[in-house]
């Protein structure tokens, strides 16, 4: 929202109150507060009017700064809140010097001016970050008498802004205008399912406002100079997220808001859906199932969606007798074959429901401000809403998820959550203005609570839609609606690195797009894209996503592409292990690995798989792709073994069984050996990919079992004409070690060698610790 009409001039309608200086302060054990009136006060006559503004300064933990301002604090503060991590014990260090007051959190600090014009900086180190002060923050009332508070913070030459969620429009928000606000609208627009009041910046730090409700941003438009944050209300409550770069920064974000929870290795493999609206009975798919298994492509999730439900009746979960008559055995039957089961719910009741005059008659079911049920003809005729905030409506929605998990159900597609109205009475009196978008963190949480209860933590598991700050703890999130064309491929991938820029380390999207019909051209170019994400799910409108219905050489492609994801399981374990310990997304923008290349702070795309994998997907029917490298040694790629310098734009064509999926210079891939599953034990016969060492730097690679416990450990350290690999952790199990594009050494020891097409293999001797490699 913008409340100013240029440099000089308010907004017809609105009064603005700006905090002109520091009147008085107080420092307390673990708090700065600061009181500045919005006025120059020269005497005590004229402190008799106000407003006066009461600041305060305090840190969770360290490097990270909390900045709450109220006007008056006499408001009843209604739910909910973001559940955010503080530790209670920590202490800033204050400092009360003559002309400044700072507030330190370990290498981040904020000075507060005491004298002249109201300011305050922060401060990493010795760089400052941003600053507020006089005519940024301020308590501001439209022609309607609403209230608001504002706060801007400067940007320097240079600084570019991202995140605020999985947002589909340009991948740097510096220009625009953005609110939090979920909604159902697809990837079209500025609106998205997913708003998190979080962004980060290229000066290594980020700004987490702690409002669940709406926040309109404006980023650099307002004042091109300022993101200006704002909230109806008498407070604003933010937190200042710093780190030596962009990973500590996440690393940082995500201790306060939440860490995701580890999914289970199976959940990385193919999923196949029934697709929407299409018919489709037990015949069809086993029929899918069958076409699979037929064509030697694995698969590792079915998806039932909508339809699994009678129309009308969703949801009641309870399976359309007339399409799927012995559910139980079915399931069996699919379980049987090595499958996991999905099926698709959303958290609205319709009224041919079963359910619904028992939401009704319970409370369960949002309530109008009168007393009747909340109601809507949109979506599901006569739809409720069921109420998450009712910890019985919790539990009764939770147990006939129960049902379903002990029928054989694995994993449920969390849909919606996104249609909240807000003219709704909450059963614990919440605010609905906040619970708009705090809704779906209920939703999941209650989901994925009741699969964890059932299952165990190890295997719980949601595929989740909408999403706001703290989400990321009920992994995985998917894309939403997208279209069948090449544009709506690439605002996708914009969405997803949006959205791994606020901790949110699990994603995926529908392959070959939603809402339209794909070209055989595009099914095969998305399935690289798809299998080379974190989680890979084959699902449409109208249209199965079967291979064969493109085309065969479709049935080729994703073949090639599912078995090169399951090789790279032991790659991609690693990553998700470490997403789930430091909260860096596994699917990561460019900028999050090489923020000291100012070409990747404009990359979007393209992006790293984890540290050590570039992906440059092909969005177009040409087959041409436009992808740069940084500057940092010699890449090669994975599929076909070509290397290219770094610190270079590259122009190339591919065919649909390849594209650049680049290995970083320096670094180690374990490749498994098993192309059909990807829960299998990924240190027994792993090969380390050993790409271009580079004189004087170490090398690491970690292999975990499915306990996310260390099976095997190497360090790799070049130094000149030699090699050698360290074997700090081993299992017993046999390993081999591949010198990528290598095919000539002088000698080796504590282990064999064999010459390969792809280099030199060596077999290291049972038991040994060190390996030498001499040139």
């Known amino acids: 929202m913008r409340f100013t009409d240029g440099h000089w001039r308010i907004r017809e309608g609105i009064r603005i109150h700006y905090p002109f200086m520091v009147w008085d302060y107080e420092v307390k054990e673990k708090e700065?507060?600061?009181?500045?009136?919005?006025?120059?006060?020269?005497?005590?006559g004229e402190t008799l009017f106000g407003p006066l503004?009461?600041?305060?300064?305090?840190?969770?933990?360290?490097?990270?700064?909390?900045?709450?301002?109220?006007?008056f604090k006499g408001v009843v503060e209604k739910g909910p809140s973001f559940e955010l991590n503080k530790d209670k014990n920590f202490k800033p260090e204050i400092l009360d010097k003559e002309d400044v007051i700072i507030l330190k959190s370990g290498n981040l600090r904020v000075e507060i001016n005491k004298k002249g014009v109201f300011k305050y900086t922060f401060f990493w180190k010795d760089k400052k970050l941003t600053s507020s002060g006089f005519k940024h923050m301020a308590y501001a009332i439209d022609e309607?008498?609403?209230?608001?508070?504002?706060?801007?913070?400067?940007?320097?030459v240079g600084e570019l802004v991202y995140g605020l969620g999985e947002r589909f429009s340009p991948f740097i928000k510096n220009g625009q205008q953005v609110d939090m606000w979920n909604a159902d609208a697809g990837t079209i627009s500025d609106q998205t399912y997913k708003n998190i009041p979080f962004y980060i910046t290229n000066r290594d730090y980020g700004v987490f406002v702690n409002h669940p409700e709406r926040v309109s941003f404006e980023i650099a438009t307002e004042n091109v100079e300022r993101v200006?944050?704002?909230?109806?209300?008498?407070?604003?409550?933010?937190?200042?997220?710093?780190?030596?770069?962009?990973?500590?920064?996440?690393?940082?974000?995500?201790?306060l808001t939440g860490r995701p929870a580890l999914p289970p290795s199976w959940s990385f493999g193919l999923?196949?859906?029934?697709?929407?609206?299409?018919?489709?009975?037990?015949?069809?798919?086993?029929?899918?199932?069958?076409?699979?298994?037929?064509?030697?492509?694995?698969?590792?999730?079915?998806?039932?969606?909508?339809?699994?439900?009678?129309?009308?009746?969703?949801?009641?979960f309870e399976w359309d007798q007339r399409v799927f008559p012995n559910p139980e055995d079915m399931l069996k039957r699919l379980k049987d074959r090595g499958l996991k089961i999905c099926v698709w719910i959303n958290p609205y009741i319709a009224q041919r429901s079963k359910l619904f005059e028992e939401g009704k008659e319970k409370g369960y079911l949002l309530k109008k401000p009168h007393g009747d049920v909340w109601q809507t003809d949109e979506w599901q005729p006569g739809m409720g809403i069921v109420d998450f905030t009712n910890p019985s409506a919790r539990k009764w929605y939770a147990n006939k998820l129960k049902e379903l998990i002990r029928m054989g159900v694995d994993v449920f597609k969390t849909d919606f959550g996104e249609r909240i109205p807000t003219h709704v009475v909450y059963y614990d009196g919440s605010d609905p203005e906040k619970m708009h978008n705090f809704y779906t963190y209920l939703y999941n949480k209650t989901v994925f609570e009741a699969l964890k209860e059932e299952l165990g933590e190890e295997n719980a598991i949601v595929f989740a839609r909408s999403a706001t700050a703290g989400s990321q703890k009920f992994p995985v999130h998917w894309g939403g609606d997208c279209l069948s064309t090449y544009e709506s491929m690439a605002e996708t991938l914009r969405g997803g690195l949006s959205l791994g820029l606020c901790g949110f380390a699990f994603w995926s999207h529908d392959i070959a797009g939603f809402d339209s019909s794909a070209t055989p051209d595009l099914y095969k170019r998305w399935v690289a894209f798809g299998l080379l994400s974190s989680h890979s799910r084959l699902h449409g409108n109208h249209d199965y996503k079967v291979p064969w219905l493109y085309d065969e050489e479709a049935v080729d492609v994703l073949r090639f592409f599912v078995n090169l994801k399951c090789q790279l399981m032991p790659?991609?374990?690693?990553?998700?292990?470490?997403?789930?310990?430091?909260?860096?997304?596994?699917?990561?923008?460019?900028?999050?690995?090489?923020?000291?290349?100012?070409?990747?702070?404009?990359?979007?795309?393209?992006?790293?798989?984890?540290?050590?994998?570039?992906?440059?997907p092909i969005f177009s029917e040409t087959g041409e792709v436009e992808y740069y490298l940084p500057n940092v040694g010699i890449w090669t790629?994975?599929?076909?073994?070509e290397r290219k310098e770094g610190g270079k734009w590259y122009k190339e064509k591919y065919d649909y069984f390849s594209l650049p999926l680049m290995a970083r210079p320096g670094s180690i891939i374990a490749i498994g050996n098993n192309k059909e599953r990807t829960d299998y034990d990924y240190a027994d016969g792993v090969t380390l990919y050993v790409f271009e060492p580079q004189d004087g730097k170490v090398s690491v690679c970690e292999i975990y079992n499915q306990q996310r416990e260390v099976e095997l450990k190497v360090n790799l350290l070049k130094d000149k004409d030699e090699i050698v690999?360290?074997?700090?952790?081993?299992?017993?199990?046999?390993?081999?070690?591949?010198?990528?594009?290598?095919?000539?050494?002088?000698?080796?020891?504590?282990?064999?060698?064999?010459?390969?097409?792809?280099?030199?293999?060596?077999?290291?001797?049972?038991?040994?610790?060190?390996?030498k490699i001499r040139f």
């Open 725 to 771: 690999i360290n074997v700090e952790k081993d299992s017993g199990k046999m390993f081999s070690v591949l010198l990528f594009n290598t095919y000539e050494i002088e000698k080796v020891e504590g282990g064999s060698l064999e010459k390969t097409d792809k280099g030199i293999l060596i077999k290291p001797n049972k038991g040994i610790k060190e390996i």
């Open 271 to 316: 999923w196949l859906t029934t697709s929407f609206t299409t018919n489709y009975d037990e015949k069809t798919v086993t029929s899918f199932i069958d076409g699979m298994k037929e064509r030697n492509i694995p698969l590792h999730v079915f998806h039932f969606d909508c339809f699994w439900m009678k129309e009308y009746h969703w949801v009641d």
């Open 53 to 71: 503004l009461e600041i305060h300064f305090s840190a969770p933990f360290p490097n990270v700064i909390e900045v709450i301002s109220y006007h």
């Open 144 to 156: 309607n008498k609403t209230p608001y508070m504002v706060e801007q913070l400067d940007l320097s």
């Open 32 to 44: 700065v507060i600061v009181y500045a009136p919005c006025t120059f006060v020269r005497n005590r």
């Open 571 to 616: 790659y991609l374990f690693a990553k998700a292990v470490e997403a789930v310990n430091k909260g860096i997304p596994m699917m990561r923008a460019m900028l999050l690995e090489f923020e000291e290349d100012p070409t990747c702070h404009f990359l979007d795309r393209q992006y790293m798989l984890g540290d050590s994998l570039l992906v440059a």
């Open 637 to 641: 790629n994975l599929i076909t073994g």
């Open 228 to 255: 200006q944050f704002s909230v109806k209300g008498e407070k604003i409550n933010y937190f200042i997220v710093a780190g030596e770069n962009l990973k500590e920064v996440i690393e940082n974000y995500t201790l």
